[in-house]
């Protein structure tokens, strides 16, 4: 059983920058594909970003290309989710999930294990 967790959100400034840290325990991320997904207050989930387990592709949201990096480190068994030229509208609920032998899906009903969510909050 993969356990997710996610660290490093927080409040930061429009414009501004953060990196988003999932950590996985009770397995190795290296035969997974990692995505983040975010939910906004009143809003459902959405996809943001995705990585395919061999590191090969890589997916984003329309709204974040070119501001948003997904990487992972699989010796640390962390995936990281850098964000820069924060907005307002970035404001959500941020959680990472596992999807084994995954080739950076955009659907969260893939997904295999999620984390629990870190909270990013933009605004002046």
């Known amino acids: 059983q993969v356990q997710l967790i996610e660290s490093g959100g927080g409040s930061v400034l429009p414009g501004g920058s953060l990196e988003l840290s999932c950590t996985a325990s009770?397995?190795?991320?290296?035969?997974?594909?990692m995505g983040w997904f975010r939910r906004a207050p009143g809003k459902g989930r959405e996809f943001v970003a995705a990585?395919?387990?061999?590191?090969?592709?890589?997916n984003y949201a329309e709204s974040v290309k070119g501001r948003f990096t997904i990487s992972r480190d699989n010796i640390k068994n962390t995936v990281y989710l850098l964000m820069t030229t924060l907005q307002p509208e970035d404001t959500a609920t941020y959680f990472c999930a596992a999807d084994q032998w995954g080739p950076a899906t955009t659907t969260s009903g893939r997904y295999d294990y999620w984390g629990q969510g870190t909270q990013v909050t933009v605004e002046p």
């Open positions: 009770g397995g190795t991320l290296h035969n997974y594909g």
């Open positions: 990585d395919s387990w061999n590191g090969a592709s890589t």
